[in-house]
């Protein structure tokens, strides 16, 4: 099993740039999880779906933060404009529905200068 | 806010030593999880702990659980410098119809083991 694929790795973008970043879940995985994580304010969920369809976006910092999963092994997550603040790194994470456990990709490092 | 909070936020220790990392939350949960980061890398799964469960084994990892005080802890025995990594616990509140529900980290230990 390939585990949760992230993509890009790093990305660095100027202020005001459109960002998108990628995940595909564990393959038969049907809860996709994003994250954030900074210093300041540890790993902040952001959003997540069940079966294609978000559940909970209440994380999500502002209107300029959006997520899709337009398939079961497709996810995105936009920022659209950056600002520096948005500098992180950026986990998706899935799970089976009724399983507890979360397998985590290796994130996506991204620094909005 | 954050419904776990690690304790210590940082612990330096020699090979060998044994590394013990508490947890408290806040609110009624239905089970509780350790995760270790490595520098760089994303999340991985170590142990649960059901909130019906005081303790866990795993390896050379134990885990227990104390409903009571809201409050867990991770021992990590004969540590090893691989060990070297953040630990988080987290939490998932009481089920609700068997879906899937978000699970809400702390802000992590990181454990240093010098060899």
């Known amino acids: 099993d390939a585990g949760v694929i992230q993509s890009p790795r790093h990305e660095v973008t100027e202020m005001g740039q459109e960002v998108t970043l990628r995940c595909k879940p564990i393959?038969?995985?049907?809860?996709l999880f994003w994250y954030r994580q900074t210093m300041m304010r540890g790993l902040e969920l952001l959003i997540y779906?069940?079966?294609?369809?978000?559940?909970?976006d209440s994380g999500m910092p502002e209107d300029r933060f959006s997520a899709k999963m337009p398939n079961a092994s497709f996810s995105t997550l936009k920022i659209q404009p950056s600002e520096p603040r948005d500098s992180a790194v950026y986990f998706c994470?899935?799970?089976?529905?009724?399983?507890?456990?979360?397998?985590f990709g290796p994130g996506t490092r991204l620094l909005v200068l | 806010s954050q419904q776990g909070e690690e304790d210590p936020q940082a612990l330096s220790i020699q090979e060998g030593e044994n590394a013990t990392m508490n947890c408290s939350y806040k609110?009624?949960?239905?089970?509780l999880q350790w995760y270790r980061q490595n520098s760089g890398r994303g999340l991985v799964h170590l142990i649960l702990?059901?909130?019906?469960?005081r303790e866990k084994h795993s390896g050379r990892l134990r885990v227990t659980l104390d409903t009571s005080k809201k409050s867990s802890s991770l021992l990590i025995t004969a540590s090893r410098a691989a060990d070297t990594a953040s630990y988080f616990c987290?939490?998932?509140?009481?089920?609700?119809?068997?879906?899937?529900?978000?699970?809400?980290f702390g802000k992590g230990t990181l454990l240093t083991v010098n060899p």
């Open positions: 994470a899935s799970s089976l529905v009724g399983r507890e456990t979360q397998y």
């Open positions: 393959s038969g995985h049907n809860s």
């Open positions: 779906f069940n079966n294609n369809v978000p559940i909970d």
């Open positions: 609110t009624s949960i239905n089970n």
């Open positions: 702990i059901r909130s019906n469960e």
């Open positions: 987290a939490t998932g509140p009481p089920n609700s119809g068997g879906s899937n529900y978000k699970l809400t």
